[in-house]
C-alpha cells in the first residue's frame, strides 16, 4: 500500500512559479511511474506530466517548455516544477505511482490546489 500526499500548492500571479512535491509512504517509488494531473471546476482530470521508474518523461502540450517533473527515489519524492504560470493552469493537481510490474497497482494523492490569479 502507497500513501502519497501532496504540498506547495498555492496562489501565484500570472508568470509565477511553484514546485509541487509529492511524498510517498508505505512503499518506495522506485518501481513506480509517477505521473501529475489537474482537474479545473467543472473539467475532467487530466495528464499534465509523467516520469517513469528509468527517468523518462512525457508533457502534455501545453505545459511543454514550462513545468519540469522529476524524482528523487531516496526521498520517495516526485516534483513538479512550474513555471510562467498561466490563469488556465488554475487547478486540483494529483500526484499519481504507477507500479511498472505486476501487480499494476495504482495509488493517487488527494490534491492540492493551485490558483493562478492577479
Known amino acids: 500500500q502507497v500513501q502519497l500526499v501532496e504540498s506547495g500548492g498555492d496562489l501565484v500571479q500570472p508568470g509565477g512559479s511553484l514546485r509541487l512535491s509529492c511524498t510517498a509512504s508505505?512503499?518506495?517509488?522506485?518501481?513506480?511511474?509517477m505521473g501529475w494531473y489537474r482537474q479545473a471546476p467543472g473539467k475532467q482530470r487530466d495528464l499534465v506530466a509523467v516520469?517513469?521508474?528509468?527517468?523518462?518523461?512525457n508533457y502534455v502540450d501545453s505545459v511543454k517548455g514550462r513545468f519540469t517533473i522529476s524524482r528523487d527515489n531516496a526521498k520517495r519524492t516526485a516534483y513538479l516544477q512550474m513555471s510562467s504560470l498561466k490563469p488556465e493552469d488554475t487547478a486540483v493537481y494529483y500526484c499519481?505511482?504507477?507500479?511498472?510490474?505486476?501487480?499494476?497497482?495504482?495509488?493517487w494523492g488527494r490534491g492540492t490546489q493551485v490558483t493562478v490569479s492577479s
Open positions: 508505505g512503499s518506495s517509488i522506485s518501481l513506480y511511474t
Open positions: 499519481n505511482a504507477r507500479r511498472d510490474i505486476i501487480p499494476m497497482t495504482t495509488y
Open positions: 516520469i517513469t521508474s528509468g527517468g523518462s518523461t
